[in-house]
């Protein structure tokens, strides 16, 4: 049911996904949606829950490490390969007024999001580094669901993010790592 | 009616958003919408028209400059002006299902997409040069539309997406420019 969920959620937006359209494409009843789901807002929670999992995993293993540069190349690192894995998932979550409504209100995404910013752009950033966060950030979501992109090997594609986003934020290139 | 779809479009999404729920934030009857705009999608259009004719303008006198980093230049420095001044337009392009529908199956369009494209990667792209383009785009984007960016200055916003983008592209920052 989260699969079918979250594919009528990428093609047609949150707000244009009612329950009755998830219920057609299992063969289920409403109610039978209902049953397990007491509202689409849960039904979008229990979508996105494995990515937030994900977050929280690659937040606290960049925080574990000492120096701040290697925070930041841990937390890149597992962004890119989050994103990489999850690209149906960018789709709704970049695209949709629902989900923004969401990390703005849910205080342990907002938590999550603010600790990765705070590993991105440094503890105290100016102007530079938050416009260079932000730009990294949006552009690898982008980069996951632009059709340009999409018949791309997934581990070139990984790569190129990966040094791509390390060259704008002033961190070296990694070599030979697929 | 424009603005006020607008506004709704970029609040819900474009599915989330009904004649109904336009013509109520009116004041007036759906009849009355309806008049004007046979269809949502021909409301959307119009939406969109006033910024697909600056984009049109952007790429042609990019185009007509002789030198490609000239064109590179004059796109770039085109469309962060375009997007900083439509930010409420983002929120809708970047985030609606429909509208990447209507980018993908409207001819003029896509000419216009892959006009702009082939500016900003170059002629022939290699894997490096699409990822590159690809997440300069889709970073300013999420630029003009990011919680954390909202509170700064026009200009400063404009001038620092700028420089991000020209030294993610591996053109010189501009000085002084405002």
Do not use: C, H
């Amino acid at each position: 049911m989260l699969a079918v969920a979250l594919e009528l959620f990428a093609r047609n937006g949150v707000s244009g996904t009612s329950i009755q359209m998830i219920a057609d494409e299992l063969g289920v009843t409403k109610a039978a949606v209902y049953f397990q789901f007491n509202a689409k807002e849960e039904l979008l929670r229990a979508v996105v829950a494995p990515a937030l999992e994900e977050m929280r995993r690659v937040t606290e293993e960049a925080e574990a490490r000492r120096r701040p540069a290697d925070q930041l190349s841990a937390a890149l690192t597992g962004v890119v390969d989050m994103i990489i894995n999850n690209s149906r998932l960018n789709a709704v979550v970049w695209a949709d007024p629902a989900v923004s409504r969401l990390t703005r209100e849910d205080p342990i995404l907002r938590d999550l999001v603010a600790r990765l910013d705070r590993i991105l752009a440094g503890p105290d950033p100016d102007v530079e580094a938050l416009v260079t966060t932000v730009m990294v950030s949006g552009g690898l979501m982008a980069a996951t669901t632009d059709p340009r992109l999409a018949d791309l090997d997934k581990d070139v594609l990984r790569r190129q993010l990966l040094n791509t986003a390390r060259r704008m934020l002033g961190l070296r290139a990694i070599r030979d790592q697929v």
